[in-house]
């Protein structure tokens, strides 16, 4: 049980597109879904918290009008790197908490990695 | 300052051998801590939690020293399937489950 998935797993874009990844809570569901950012060798940097049915709460730094986020139902939530460039080439990892319950383990998803050219 | 600073190693050792990982956090609130293992290009998965009392899985022991703001991981009798990166990761007071991860420290055990 507390599979995640994320699609796509790859994904080479040019630069200007807009690209869209998918996390899904595929045997339970999740009231909050995290988006994190890791770059080579570096930590997984927290970018936004998605909640079901609002806003989003973007980290510090982190452009929300470049990275939209929707959280539509209790097993999606959607990343859009609007106007990717290079710099955005990164692995994306989503992570989901199941709803209804305290502290609890963070189940994540397995990445997306994208390359802008 | 780093909020999780870990090594970043690599700790190169060969099978059999105990290894220990450190970790300092500089949020003094913090209430959970986690260690975590990240294969190479894929997802972190939940090693275990860390408890004041410090707790043992096999051959991983985890320590919460809450003075110190210091967590470490013990593992016993390396194994090749260890090798890895270990991510430290704490859960900041009043972060909603927010968790900060630490950079990481590579494992490298050899036959």
Known sequence: GAVVSQHPSWVICKSGTSVKIECRSLDFQATTMFWYRQFPKQSLMLMATSNEGSKATYEQGVEKDKFLINHASLTLSTLTVTSAHPEDSSFYICSARVAGQGYNEQFFGPGTRLTVL | ?111
């Open chain 2, 1 to 111: 300052r780093k909020e999780v600073e870990q090594d970043p190693g690599p700790f190169n050792v060969p099978e059999g051998a105990t290894v220990a990982f450190n970790c300092t956090y500089s949020n003094s609130a913090s209430q959970s801590f986690f260690w975590y293992r990240q294969d190479c290009r894929k997802e972190p998965k939940l090693l275990m939690s860390v408890y004041s009392s410090g707790n043992e899985d096999g051959r991983f022991t985890a320590q919460l020293n809450r003075a110190s703001q210091y967590i470490s991981l013990l593992i016993r009798d390396s194994k090749l399937s260890d090798s890895a990166t270990y991510l430290c990761v704490v859960n900041p007071t009043g972060g909603y489950n927010k968790l900060i991860f630490g950079a990481g420290t590579r494992l490298a055990v050899h036959p």
